[in-house]
């Protein structure tokens, strides 16, 4: 490749140059960045659950979930964090199914699995009655609907926690639904489970736990 001295087209980056070098260099990082992480959509979605069920409690399982069923779309005005009587929460029929959901997965032995959860009265709920123990919060799993968070960081952030714990214990978190289409570009319904296993690089997509 020929490359031009700094000056001989005006106006046009040059490769040769300082800047050109380091235009090269930021693009490189950027790339192997990307390359580092990545999380993929199998074709083993197709899988029933016993498998998911078994990729998920195998070392490094993930169950990436939605919170249950609660009616509307994001906060009532004023809403805030720790006072769940201002905000949206679950009906009767979501806490039903995040009961049922439960009970698959304690059958399926999940009784070890760590348990994550947004700040979030309706995610916190549903984490606690699946049943499977004591629910910590977990700040990248908080909403960024309407711009109420910082997307980029909370899913980079959310990256970095699962690629931390890939040779651990399985992990159930309970988060939104912007969450979990940012990081899987996927779109979870009420109380759904995205059930995800290490790959060569970050995370794939096993599979989908629904409950009805």
Do not use: K
Not at 97 to 123: D, F, K, N, V, Y
Not at 129 to 156: H, K, M
């Amino acid at each position: 490749m020929h490359i031009q001295r700094p000056g001989h087209v005006p106006g046009r980056l040059v490769l040769g140059g300082p800047t050109g070098r380091r235009a090269v260099l930021a693009a490189l990082a950027v790339l192997l960045a990307v390359q580092a992480w990545t999380l993929a959509v199998t074709p083993a979605q197709a899988q029933d659950d016993p498998a998911l069920l078994r990729i998920l409690a195998a070392p490094g399982g993930v169950g990436l979930m939605r919170h249950a069923r609660a009616p509307g779309t994001g906060d009532p005005p004023g809403f805030r964090l720790g006072d769940c009587t201002t905000q949206r929460n679950l009906d009767d029929a979501g806490r039903a199914q995040a009961r049922r959901l439960g009970e698959r997965l304690r059958a399926a032995g999940l009784t070890g699995a760590a348990i994550s959860a947004s700040p979030w009265c309706r995610t916190t709920e549903t984490a606690t009655l699946l049943g499977l123990g004591p629910v910590t919060a977990l700040p990248a799993l908080a909403s960024f609907f309407a711009g109420q968070g910082d997307e980029s960081r909370q899913t980079a952030d959310l990256r970095a926690t699962l690629d931390a714990g890939r040779d651990g214990p399985p992990r159930i978190m309970v988060t939104h639904q912007v969450n979990i289409t940012a990081l899987t570009s996927l779109f979870p319904a009420d109380a759904e489970m995205l059930v995800l296993q290490p790959g060569v690089r970050g995370y794939e997509v096993a599979g989908r736990l629904r409950t009805p």
